[in-house]
């Protein structure tokens, strides 16, 4: 048997990296994001067959981003207080209904309804995820956060494929297909929630009955954390707004900038969210090697120049930048998520809730501010001003360091 440690809240983990776990948890992320991409891909699908206004299409954005990511802390910290196992095949079966229900709506209404299932499916499935990719990770906390958080961004960059291959030649029907791929998410994650549910009783966990919510975390953390935990949500709001903008309108520039069909126009998305994906994987190890507070400035300021560029090139040209951004701006994401957690330790689900689900759910709001502005003044106003968002990075040089941050939680 595996030697054991003990962890900041007293749950003994093993030192082994379980890559069998990493992996499927990682396949799973994929599935549930993949799932979750549909609803932004079908965009130009329902705005053509419903007649859908740009801002009908932010609200629908942000009814599955509110759902889904505001959520995620105070799912994560129930599950602080008490490891939820099965609750992950749980919440992917109401994805399964949602995602049914969305290939069938006939009206705008019901689109919401169906957006609302999928988005609680996947507010219970990341918090969960999270614990389960850290109690898999052994001593390798960086590598299996990459492993787990480029599934879910891999999932994401399948959305323009989704529309080129399905949607477009079949319509809103064509959502159907991925019921298929939500039960099949459901038997793995039954799998996992069974070696979840071992592996509590193997490590005989006792989980401290704390109360970890926002209203209670300010008395348990000093003035110095909960300001550089404000900063560190804020820096991936800005990121999250500007995600919002490229995948959600991006495509209908392209239309109108390039004269491009709606299947071109989703390639240039895949080439965004595929370097994206692989920023995701490799960021870790990056961090690593250079620390974590270096990375998240170059990877969000340092996409600044490319982004405000993209609307003004050529079509070859904006697919060149739209490669760099992706990898550039991406590689911070499971950066911050590590970052946040070493901030706060003990407290795995609450913040990866906070990074992963309620600093997303903010910038959902993007979605619905992104839309009207591009309502009222047009989608290269919104295009520029989208391009501007990564500047807000340098607010990553108030950051401690990441020696400094490793003294925050000793003092």
């Known amino acids: 048997m595996a030697q054991s440690v003990v962890s900041e809240n007293g749950v003994a983990l093993h030192k082994q990296t379980t890559y069998k776990i990493l992996i499927i948890m990682g396949f799973c ?27 009908q299409l932010g609200f629908i954005a942000f009814s599955l981003n509110i759902v889904s990511t505001i959520m995620q802390p105070f799912i994560g910290a129930l599950s602080d207080k008490k490891p ?20 069938f709506a006939p009206n705008y209404s019901l689109v919401l309804i169906s957006v609302l299932f999928i988005g609680l499916g996947s507010a219970i499935f990341h918090p969960e995820g999270s614990r389960v990719a850290h109690m898999a990770a052994g001593s390798r906390k960086g590598l299996a956060q990459s492993i787990y958080q480029v599934g879910g961004n891999s999932g994401q960059a399948l959305a323009p494929l989704i529309t080129a291959l399905i949607l477009v030649p079949l319509g809103q029907i064509g959502a159907a297909w991925f019921s298929i791929v939500a039960a099949m998410a459901v038997l793995l994650l039954s799998y996992i929630a069974f070696w979840y549910s071992n592996k ?4 005989n966990v006792i989980v401290p009955i704390n109360k970890v919510s926002m209203s209670t975390l300010a008395g348990k953390v000093s003035k110095n954390i909960l300001f550089v935990l404000v ?33 071109k126009a989703q390639m240039f998305l895949f080439a965004f969210l595929v370097t994206g994906a692989l920023g995701t994987f490799f960021g870790g190890p990056l961090a690593d090697k250079f620390g974590k507070r270096n990375i998240i400035i170059a990877s969000i300021l340092g996409s600044a120049p490319l982004s405000i560029l993209i609307p003004f090139v050529p079509a070859t040209i904006s697919f060149i930048l739209l490669l760099l951004t992706g ?3 991406m590689s911070s994401f499971s950066v911050t998520v590590i970052y946040a957690q070493e901030l706060v330790p003990g407290k795995i689900g609450t913040m990866a809730g906070l990074t992963v689900g309620l ?36 607010l990553g040089f108030l950051l401690p360091t990441d020696r400094k941050l490793a003294k925050m939680n000793v003092q």
Do not use: C
């Open 84 to 103: 939820m196992p099965y609750a992950l095949p749980i919440g992917m079966t109401s994805t399964l209904f949602g995602v049914i229900g969305l290939a």
């Open 231 to 263: 900063l560190i949500l804020f820096l991936i709001f800005a990121r999250s707004w500007y995600v919002a903008g490229i995948t959600n309108y991006y495509a209908f520039f392209a239309m109108e900038q390039y004269g491009m069909s709606i299947g």
């Open 327 to 329: 990898f550039i701006l």
């Open 29 to 55: 992320h994929l599935l549930n994001d993949s799932i979750q991409s549909v609803i932004p891909a079908m965009f130009p699908v329902l705005g053509k067959s419903m007649g859908l206004t740009f801002t």
């Open 359 to 394: 600093a997303f759910g903010m910038g959902a709001i993007g979605s619905i501010a992104l839309g009207i502005m591009a309502d009222h003044y047009g989608l290269l106003i919104t295009l520029i001003f989208t391009g501007i968002l990564p500047v807000l990075g340098a």
């Open 200 to 203: 509590l009783k193997e490590m």
